[in-house]
């Protein structure tokens, strides 16, 4: 039995291999890697046909991408690591801004498996998806499927109608857009007079160069400006820590987090049982991580609350 599992695993390893020299080979990759400048990435995207973008965001991309050079992803569809993502101070952020503004109907922009669309309409709210990757979205579960969208928003009209959704969220995606000035106006479209759009974007630093379909790396006071030029005005984020909190245990409750720990957890708990019935055991797990998480995102990334004006 072990010899045919290591023959199985060297099989594997030599057809990883083999996929990846293959795609190194891809010559839109190989331009982008000998690329020097920004803009010089960003014209080499703004010629890329759709199917050629779906060569870049393949499966390598996003499972073997930090090995390639090409990406900041190694195993990013592994079972479990949706929970990490999820459960990241961006979303965070994102989850407890829903439940502030009452949101009901949410567009995840870059949604890649579709994970935050499942656990907001586990939520009770109506959430879509769209991703140029098609590679991600097959990964996604069966039941949340219907609700992603292949769609290249910088070249392809969203299909939702006017005034739809009430928040776009788009966690790390507009550092990616080459035509950004459509990109923006098409999401706009879909969203309400007043809706919110909630932004990050990796700040312009030597290490958000290693992706090799990274093209805009602004500063913050350029994001800002960009912004008000293109119908959006900008909100602070009113949020405070123990509204994080609470959405943070949220999150992870709705994902299933816990498991052995909370059975661990429960025995410290001892005789108080009204707790078993509350999220405390998420709050005690997280508080003291979640403050410095916050802080790492905005040392590294810019974050946004727009809102779309007339």
Same mark, same amino acid.
Request: hydrophobic share 40%; glycine share 6%; net charge positive.
């Given at each position: 039995m072990e010899?045919?599992?290591?023959?199985s695993?060297?099989c594997?390893?030599?057809?990883?291999?083999?996929?990846a020299?293959?795609?190194?080979e891809?010559?839109?990759?190989k331009?982008?890697?000998?690329?020097?400048?920004?803009?010089e990435?960003?014209?080499?995207?703004?010629?890329?046909?759709?199917d050629?973008?779906?060569?870049?965001f393949s499966?390598l991309?996003f499972?073997?991408?930090?090995?390639?050079?090409?990406?900041?992803y190694?195993?990013?569809?592994?079972?479990?690591l949706e929970?990490?993502?999820v459960?990241?101070p961006?979303?965070?952020?994102?989850?407890?801004?829903i439940?502030?503004h009452?949101?009901?109907?949410v567009?995840?922009?870059?949604?890649?498996?579709?994970?935050?669309v499942?656990?907001?309409?586990?939520?009770?709210?109506?959430?879509?998806?769209? *991703?140029l990757?098609?590679?991600?979205?097959s %990964? @996604?579960d069966v039941d949340?499927? /219907?609700? $992603?969208?292949?769609?290249?928003?910088?070249?392809?009209?969203?299909?939702?109608?006017?005034?739809?959704?009430d928040?776009?969220?788009?966690?790390?995606?507009?550092?990616?857009?080459?035509?950004?000035?459509?990109?923006?106006?098409?999401?706009?479209?879909?969203?309400?007079?007043?809706?919110l759009m909630?932004?990050?974007?990796?700040?312009p630093r030597?290490?958000?160069?290693?992706?090799?379909?990274?093209?805009?790396?602004?500063?913050?006071?350029?994001?800002?400006?960009?912004?008000?030029?293109?119908g959006?005005?900008?909100?602070?984020? *009113?949020l405070?820590?123990?509204?994080?909190? %609470? @959405?943070h245990?949220?999150?992870? /409750?709705? $994902?299933?987090?816990?498991?052995?720990i909370?059975?661990?957890?429960m025995?410290?708990l001892g005789e108080f049982?009204?707790?078993?019935?509350?999220?405390?055991?998420?709050y005690?797990?997280?508080?003291?991580?979640?403050?410095?998480?916050?802080q790492?995102?905005?040392?590294?990334c810019?974050v946004?609350?727009?809102?779309?004006?007339?």
């Open positions: 010899k045919l599992w290591l023959k695993t060297c594997n390893y030599a057809l990883a291999k083999v996929s020299c293959e795609n190194m891809n010559p839109v990759i331009a982008l890697r000998e690329a020097k400048t920004l803009d990435r960003r014209e080499i995207m703004l010629k890329l046909t759709k050629e973008k779906q060569t870049l499966e991309y499972e073997s991408g930090t090995n390639l050079g090409i990406s900041f190694n195993g990013y569809t592994r079972k479990g929970v990490t993502r459960g990241s961006e979303y965070t952020i994102a989850y407890a801004l439940k502030k009452n949101v009901r109907k567009l995840e922009v870059g949604c890649a498996t579709g994970k935050f499942e656990v907001l309409r586990r939520l009770g709210i109506e959430a879509f998806g769209v *991703d990757s098609s590679y991600v979205i %990964k @996604a949340v499927r /219907t609700f $992603l969208y292949n769609v290249d928003v910088e070249t392809e009209k969203l299909t939702f109608d006017n005034e739809f959704f928040m776009i969220v788009a966690i790390e995606t507009m550092e990616h857009f080459a035509n950004i000035t459509y990109a923006l106006e098409n999401l706009r479209q879909v969203l309400k007079v007043g809706g909630f932004i990050t974007v990796p700040k030597p290490l958000a160069w290693r992706d090799i379909t990274h093209v805009n790396l602004w500063t913050k006071d350029k994001w800002i400006k960009y912004f008000s030029n293109n959006f005005s900008i909100l602070p984020l *009113d405070n820590y123990c509204e994080a909190l %609470k @959405a245990a949220e999150l992870l /409750t709705t $994902l299933g987090f816990g498991g052995d909370k059975q661990r957890l025995r410290f049982r009204w707790l078993r019935k509350t999220s405390l055991y998420a005690l797990l997280v508080r003291r991580r979640l403050r410095g998480a916050l790492s995102l905005m040392d590294q810019h946004f609350l727009l809102a779309r004006e007339i």
